[in-house]
């Protein structure tokens, strides 16, 4: 099993910026990749931002791309999402996931992860 916890949502003004974190434990071999997903209220998951595990490749929701930059930390186990030019509606609780599938491509359906922290709660006031 892996788990995942995620850290670093908070309050903040529009065009501000905050990074959040997940870190992973467990049985970290068997994650391909790994994904951010969020839910505002009302509204269903949707994809943000995923990256492979090794050798790179990124691939971003075109409502995020330009502001919001997905890396990962392999020696340390951890996962970010720095958030740039924050806009009301990026306002959601913010969720990493892990796809322990290897794919030759990045995965964006939440069904395609199998591992998934608690969430962490982003607000952003205009």
């Known amino acids: 099993q892996v788990q995942l916890v995620e850290s670093g949502g908070g309050l903040v003004q529009a065009g501000g910026s905050l990074r959040l974190s997940c870190a992973a434990s467990?049985?970290?071999?068997?994650?391909?990749?790994m994904g951010w997903f969020r839910q505002a209220p009302g509204k269903e998951r949707e994809f943000v931002a995923a990256?492979?595990?090794?050798?790179?490749?990124?691939y971003y929701a075109d409502s995020v791309k330009g502001r919001f930059t997905i890396s990962r930390d392999n020696a340390k186990n951890t996962l970010y999402l720095q958030m740039n030019s924050l806009k009301p509606e990026d306002t959601a609780v913010y969720y990493c996931?892990?796809?322990?599938?290897?794919?030759?491509?990045?995965?964006?359906?939440?069904?395609?992860?199998?591992?998934w922290g608690q969430g962490t709660q982003v607000t952003v006031s205009s």
């Open positions: 467990g049985r970290t071999v068997t994650v391909y990749g």
């Open positions: 996931a892990g796809d322990r599938e290897r794919r030759t491509y990045i995965a964006i359906s939440a069904t395609s992860y199998e591992y």
């Open positions: 990256i492979r595990w090794s050798g790179g490749g990124t």
